[in-house]
């Protein structure tokens, strides 16, 4: 019996390069510059072998007809880097600016772009700590990437990744757990669980929900995008803000070349006058 060689892929060839950036340039608005062929090539080299493919043409050509793998491409090609208390400032401007101004009324936050969940997270923890435990805000967290969903739903996250957060804050708002291998991990306690509804929604496309929200955390996502599409996404944000609601981006982040209606608010945050 003669053992199968495994595939040695390599890394994608320049045109084929530039037709996976195209693919995901086109579905998802990420610009992916040269020098990234390494990553890609990797990532998607794992992709080829699960799917026992002979090699990135015949996984080019799968993914321009079959609309589910081009997602599946788009996942992987995601940066996903998130942390519990990003950029701590910026929760700290939600609790003292924006839950007041929604005093009587429930409280209406979206968090796009969410990866993992930690994001949400914080802003359900932060709120849930500011008003004694009973929170009235609805908090939605959208993202492209089925798998960082998938994550965020389940809640489990490695203990290290807790290190951000104050002891009791932990001790109140995650329990102890295992991951489906054994492994140690906390969980987002129910009640904060609850606060946060976890859908898909791939930003360049028709957005289904209706305003008006009182922020939108938006960070370390328009990184990735151009010019021109940055600044069509922060006039949708715009149009689903109420009057004096909050758009946050990423520290990283800047509209200063970007027409849009937004005034200054503080470092990184925006406010629809
Ligand atoms: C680096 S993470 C940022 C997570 C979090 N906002 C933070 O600041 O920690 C960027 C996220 O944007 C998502 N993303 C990229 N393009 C997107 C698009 N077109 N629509 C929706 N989400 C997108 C990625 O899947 C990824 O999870």
């Not at 922020?215 to 151009?226: G, L």
Request: aromatic residues 8%; hydrophobic residues 45%.
């Amino acid at each position: 019996m003669t053992a199968t060689a495994p595939i040695v892929l390599g890394t994608l060839r320049r045109d084929e390069f530039r037709r996976a950036c195209a693919l995901v340039y086109d579905v998802a608005g990420i610009a992916m510059s040269d020098g990234k062929e390494g990553l890609v090539s990797s990532r998607l080299a794992k992709r080829v072998r699960e799917l026992g493919l002979r090699g990135f043409p015949e996984y080019l050509a799968r993914v321009e007809r079959d609309d589910a793998e081009l997602a599946e491409m788009v996942d992987r090609l995601t940066t996903n880097k998130t942390n519990f208390f990003r950029e701590r400032a910026h929760f700290d401007w939600l609790r003292d600016r924006v839950l007041p101004a929604a005093s009587g009324r429930t409280l209406r936050l979206w968090s796009a772009g969410c990866s993992s969940g930690e994001e949400p997270y914080t802003m359900a923890m932060v709120l849930h700590e500011a008003t004694g435990g009973k929170p009235d805000a609805s908090i939605l967290a959208t993202d492209i990437s089925a798998r960082m969903l998938a994550k965020g739903r389940e809640g489990l996250y490695l203990p290290e990744t807790v290190a951000d957060i104050a002891p009791a804050l932990v001790q109140r708002h995650f329990q102890p757990a295992r991951s489906d291998a054994g492994a140690e991990r906390l969980q987002v306690r129910e009640h904060l669980r609850r606060m946060v509804r976890f859908a898909r929604l791939n930003l360049m496309e028709e957005w289904p929900m209706r305003g008006a929200f009182d922020a939108i955390f938006c960070r370390n996502v328009m990184i990735y995008f151009d010019r021109a599409t940055q600044e069509r996404l922060v006039n949708r944000f715009h149009a689903m803000l109420a009057p004096g609601g909050y758009l946050f981006i990423g520290h990283s982040e800047t509209l200063h070349a970007l027409e849009h209606g937004y005034a200054y608010a503080a470092p990184a945050v925006f406010v629809r006058p």
